[in-house]
């Protein structure tokens, strides 16, 4: 079965830095994107960066020039690399994946169980 595994959450000052990992294990033939999500106190989940299988990423303006998201396609593992934090970027990280499993032909998409980052001022 398909999991995919938040790591590196916690507490930080403004300013400071955080990296988080993700590992996709369970039956998993290829992964298409990997992603990181956010949601914060009263907020919709929102997309804080993607990356292809390829290497193309894609970051929210909010996040840009100050994470980095970057995966190792043989470990099936995704980061995210976070600095100059403020706290508006307090949430729960969730790492996704568009994957294709061994047990079917279709492409599905998974959730982490989300880990927490705190930002204080």
């Known amino acids: 079965q398909v999991q995919l595994v938040e790591s590196g959450g916690g507490l930080v000052q403004t300013g400071g830095s955080l990296s988080l990992s993700c590992a996709a294990s369970g039956g998993i033939l290829s992964i298409n994107v990997m992603a990181w999500y956010r949601q914060r106190p009263g907020k919709k989940r929102e997309l804080v960066a993607h990356?292809?299988?390829?290497?193309?990423?894609n970051y929210a303006n909010s996040v840009k020039g100050r994470f980095t998201i970057s995966r190792d396609n043989a470990k099936n593992d995704v980061y995210l690399q976070m600095n100059s934090l403020k706290p508006e970027d307090t949430a729960v990280y969730y790492c996704?994946?568009?994957?294709?499993?061994?047990?079917?032909?279709?492409?599905?998409?998974?959730w982490g169980q989300g880990t927490q980052v705190t930002v204080s001022s």
């Open positions: 996704n994946a568009v994957l294709r499993p061994y047990s079917s032909r279709y492409l599905s998409e998974y």
């Open positions: 990356i292809t299988d390829t290497g193309g990423t």
